[in-house]
């Protein structure tokens, strides 16, 4: 079973920085993509950054520029660097990988960090 753990949220003021970080419990080249989303209450969840196993990174329009995906594979670590937080990035962020097993795609979820942008 493959396990995500995330870490590295908290309170942090408008304009300050934050990484967050997600574990994997296998290697993460067993990956197609893995991803950063995020919910804020009463919203839907929403994709803020990903990283394909070529090392291409694709960002929501809202973080660009602010937030930087990168892994290290020898640790089995995808981290989101997120700069110049806004109130409005404040949220529960979850880390997702994606597998593709006998070429169907699964999805495996972290059980989310929380990030709150507040002065």
């Known amino acids: 079973q493959v396990q995500l753990v995330e870490s590295g949220g908290g309170l942090v003021q408008p304009g300050g920085s934050l990484r967050l970080s997600c574990a994997a419990s296998?290697?993460?080249?067993?990956?197609?993509?893995m991803g950063w989303y995020r919910q804020a209450p009463g919203r839907e969840r929403e994709l803020v950054a990903v990283?394909?196993?070529?090392?291409?990174?694709n960002y929501a329009d809202s973080v660009k520029g602010r937030f930087t995906i990168s892994n290290d594979n020898a640790k089995n670590t995808v981290y989101l660097r997120m700069n110049s937080l806004k109130p409005e990035d404040a949220a529960v962020y979850y880390c997702?990988?994606?597998?593709?097993?006998?070429?169907?795609?699964?999805?495996?979820w972290g059980q989310g960090t929380q990030v709150t942008v507040s002065s």
């Open positions: 997702k990988a994606v597998q593709v097993v006998f070429g169907h795609d699964y999805n495996y």
């Open positions: 296998i290697s993460i080249f067993s990956f197609k993509s």
């Open positions: 990283i394909d196993s070529g090392g291409s990174t």
